[in-house]
């Protein structure tokens, strides 16, 4: 795997906050509130402009409650579930994403995949994790802020996709980092962590998504601010890879973890 790239160097970051930027979110957006897109569906830009498409599939790991189908609620602007029931199968989940390149000014339109499937059912039926790693692009890694044993078992899980599947993005999420008062990780630790696996990690809060004028619609835009950190990360990540891949761009040796 490629070494991961500074932060802001693939992707313009604050981009989507710009008067450009928010004229091609508005093709994920309807009347401020958040598209729904199925699997074969894409968004269409008014007025029509020639973009590019970059797809990736996702899978999205961890421990039972760390927080994984809430995340992907989040990050495609659904109700995020206020009690938690462990998704007995595999679900998947589209979201689109426009951001702009650094190096050439261009657009892409990146479309997120990710696979979710639950823990219990990846133990129960064999055939389970062998389909949520095929053709995978990227594994994020989940922990809790309030779980430590969480935490603990993300060295466990990156050894073992080291050992499968080592040509794919890896990146780790914190969940209810809001609730960092009550946290369960300290900083010394996530600093250790960082320096051993050299991996990007990030953090999101399980706060319900900010509402429009009628109280009950989420707002769609407010959403999108609270995750582009994820998203951006992301299309950093697996367009940095691509670009390895191809020989655009040198690959650094990359150092195995204390």
């Given at each position: 795997m490629a070494r991961p790239p500074v932060p802001g160097s693939v992707v313009v970051p604050n981009w989507h906050e710009s008067a450009e930027g928010k004229e091609y979110l508005a093709c994920i957006l309807r009347k401020n509130r958040r598209r729904v897109f199925g699997l074969l569906e894409r968004p269409v830009l008014l007025p029509p402009v020639s973009i590019n498409t970059a797809s990736y599939k996702i899978f999205v790991s961890g421990k039972s409650g760390v927080g994984k189908t809430a995340l992907v609620a989040k990050l495609a602007g659904l109700e995020v579930p206020v009690v938690h029931h462990e998704t007995t199968g595999i679900q998947t989940t589209v979201v689109f994403w426009p951001a702009k390149l650094q190096a050439s000014g261009r657009v892409v339109m990146f479309r997120f995949e990710f696979w979710d499937c639950g823990e219990s059912a990846?133990?129960?039926?064999?055939?389970?994790?062998?389909?949520?790693?095929?053709?995978?692009?990227?594994f994020l890694f989940l922990f809790s802020f309030t779980d430590r044993a969480s935490f603990e078992d993300l060295p466990g899980q990156l050894n073992r996709i080291a050992g499968e599947a080592p040509g794919v993005v890896r990146m780790v999420i914190g969940s209810k980092f809001d609730q960092y008062m009550h946290t369960d990780v300290p900083e010394r630790d996530l600093i250790a962590f960082r320096q051993a696996w050299e991996l990007p990690l990030l953090r999101v809060k399980s706060v319900p998504g900010?509402?429009?004028a009628d109280g009950r619609t989420l707002d769609g835009r407010a959403g999108l601010a609270d995750?582009?950190?994820?998203?951006?990360?992301?299309?950093?990540?697996?367009?940095?890879?691509?670009?390895?891949?191809?020989?655009?761009?040198?690959?650094?040796?990359?150092?195995?973890?204390?």
């Open positions: 990846l133990k129960k039926f064999d055939h389970m994790l062998p389909a949520c790693m095929e053709n995978t692009d990227a900010r509402r429009l995750v582009a950190h994820v998203l951006n990360g992301l299309a950093e990540q697996l367009w940095h890879q691509d670009q390895v891949a191809a020989g655009l761009l040198p690959n650094p040796p990359e150092s195995a973890p204390e």
